[in-house]
């Protein structure tokens, strides 16, 4: 019994560690910016990205969390054709939002 209160603990420390979402090859090249560096770059749009903060009764790790959260909003940036994303605040129980630019030629 003490054995698989063991592998279920385990089970669920390695799944909050894990990342379930991966960047795609256009969404590595989007950055991420503050504010003032997109003051001549033209807004394409806003996203709002969520991914699951909890598994179970496990929070997972905020850092992790926010990681994908940034990744989700660079592909989609990248989908509408941005180059540069801009949080508008920071994450808050699995969700995030950005504004989407286009900097660049």
Do not use: Q
């Amino acid at each position: 019994m003490n054995l698989n209160r063991y592998v279920l603990s385990i089970t669920i420390l390695l799944l909050t560690a894990c990342t379930w979402v991966e960047p795609t090859k256009e969404g590595s090249e989007v950055l991420l910016v503050k504010e003032f560096n997109v003051e001549a770059c033209k807004k394409l749009g806003a996203t709002k990205t969520s991914v699951k903060h909890k598994v179970g009764f496990v929070t997972r790790s905020e850092e992790k969390v926010t990681e994908e959260l940034i990744t989700l909003a660079k592909n989609r940036a990248a989908e509408k054709g941005g180059d540069s994303i801009v949080a508008k605040g920071p994450a808050s129980e699995g969700s995030m939002e950005f504004d989407i630019y286009k900097c660049g030629e």
